[in-house]
């Protein structure tokens, strides 16, 4: 989970593309199983209505979104097949490099690489700041009106150092003295820096990063993780985000995540818009200016998707690498038990989404049930937030360990399309099995617990409401 120290945006700390989507029902009470005979195999089935029904014998139906129909032969499909096809062989290469106990190879020289092109992108952003300010300061009116265009294009293409968040989310010390305290422990036991800045978000995700010149440790962590989470997987789910400052992922370091995040952000000003299209009148003028900027700023954006493409497939091994590294370090502070919890929780995102819009829908009809003179439920009485809440909790632990099983799987058959900053979560939970099972550095007290679940009630409220919105 969370993401490099990087200076901007936050990566995610979860891969949530190893979670498959379901059509779980939002109610947490397991439904009657009924069984039945698949389809392909005719093997007994023991299908909870309230998720999709498949076959762990043939594993039919077992990604039941997925379209039969045959991508288009294109060269860019074909491109993003090979693409993905050597994305799974890295991933499994590193995990049975990993299981046996070898150390990467070729790290050093990709890291190498990988650094010469963060250079080249600063060199450009300082060669076109001295460029600038040399023809502002020896130019005539022209040149110093053409170096005044230059440094402004230097001042929207700089790298960035981010900046801590400030307002809605952010709880300081004196707000949440128990989870800062419990998130300074986990530092302290890590050997890193504590968190300069902790807020909560509306995400199923956690994350950290470095902001600003004083790199201050944000940590975010989203409700709708955290409140399903158990006690104890909660601090796992801190041991992996305070590992990411240690377990020395150059993707988050100073010099390569400005530059990824300079490269990134060049990208998406190169990208051809079409911002003149709906101009009124001079349309043909706007029109051929549109098409001479789409020309070549075109070319740009598709050189700087390849450099962006090489970036991450220099990193990708190193990075992933120390992905399961902080793995490694959640297991030491939390537990081999809490990180299996956090990590088998993660691959519920999908499913998480889903209940959230059922419980979202369900909670919305109750002023119609009250207005039709109904006698509401005892469970109909809790507000809202506190039902949104109760139910994600409720429905996330109803999950049945079949559908836990189809999400396994699933995350096993997409492990090459999943995002390359965490390796799929199968195998992030198979690497941890293989290790001797740990106790926790750092527990969770139940006085602890108490003090930081009341310092995020006026949180969860207002998540909540942000989430039931919708
Ligand atoms: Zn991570
Ligand atoms: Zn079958």
Redesign the pocket.
């Known amino acids: 989970?969370?993401?490099p120290a990087v200076p901007t945006a936050a990566?995610?700390?979860?891969?949530p593309a190893d979670a498959a989507p379901t059509d779980a029902a939002a109610s947490a009470a397991p439904t009657a199983s009924a069984p039945q005979a698949c389809p392909c195999c005719a093997a007994t089935i023991d299908a909870d209505p309230r998720f999709a029904v498949w076959c762990p014998a043939c594993e039919w139906n077992l990604t039941p979104e997925a379209t039969d129909a045959p991508a288009p032969k294109t060269r860019r499909g074909a491109a993003d097949a090979r693409r993905r096809a050597a994305a799974t062989a890295r991933a499994d290469q590193l995990f049975e490099d990993l299981a046996a106990g070898r150390t990467a190879t070729g790290g050093q020289r990709a890291w190498l690489a990988a650094a010469a092109i963060a250079t080249a992108v600063h060199l450009t952003t300082a060669a076109l700041c001295a460029w600038g300010l040399w023809l502002l300061v020896t130019g005539n009116t022209p040149l110093r009106c053409l170096g005044a265009l230059v440094l402004a294009l230097v001042v929207l293409i700089r790298p960035r150092l981010g900046r801590a968040p400030r307002g809605e989310g952010v709880l300081t010390r004196a707000e949440a003295p128990a989870l800062y305290g419990l998130a300074d422990r986990v530092a302290a036991e890590l050997g890193t820096r504590p968190a300069g800045v902790i807020q909560v978000d509306t995400d199923f995700n956690a994350?950290v990063w470095v902001a600003g010149p004083r790199r201050q440790t944000v940590l975010t962590l989203g409700l709708p993780l955290w409140e399903v989470l158990g006690e104890q997987d909660r601090v796992a789910l801190l041991g992996?985000?305070f590992?990411?400052r240690v377990n020395g992922d150059h993707r988050r370091g100073l010099w390569l995540g400005t530059a990824i995040h300079a490269l990134a952000h060049w990208h998406d000003l190169a990208r051809p818009r079409g911002h003149y299209r709906d101009a009124v009148g001079l349309r043909m003028l706007f029109q051929l200016t549109d098409l001479l900027l789409g020309v070549l700023l075109g070319g740009v954006a598709r050189l700087l998707c390849r450099v962006l493409l090489l970036l991450d497939r220099l990193t990708s091994r190193a990075g992933q690498q120390?992905?399961y590294h902080?793995?490694t370090l959640a297991t030491r502070v939390g537990s081999t038990e809490a990180s299996r919890g956090l990590l088998r929780t993660l691959l519920l995102h999908r499913t998480a989404e889903t209940a959230a819009t059922r419980v979202r829908a369900e909670l919305h009809s109750r002023p119609r049930a009250a207005r039709r003179g109904r006698t509401p439920d005892p469970a109909e009485r809790t507000s809202a937030p506190e039902a949104f809440w109760e139910r994600l909790r409720d429905h996330l632990a109803s999950v049945p360990p079949l559908e836990h099983e189809r999400l396994l799987r699933r995350s096993a058959l997409e492990r090459g399309a999943v995002d390359t900053?965490?390796p799929p979560t199968h195998l992030r939970l198979a690497l941890l099995d293989r290790a001797p099972a740990v106790p926790a550095a750092v527990a969770m007290t139940p006085a602890e617990a108490a003090a930081i679940a009341a310092e995020l009630a006026p949180h969860r409220v207002r998540v909540a409401r942000t989430l039931l919105a919708g």
Do not use: N, Q, R, V
């Open positions: 989970m969370s993401i990566e995610p700390a979860t891969a994350s992996h985000e590992g990411h120390a992905e902080a793995d900053t965490h």
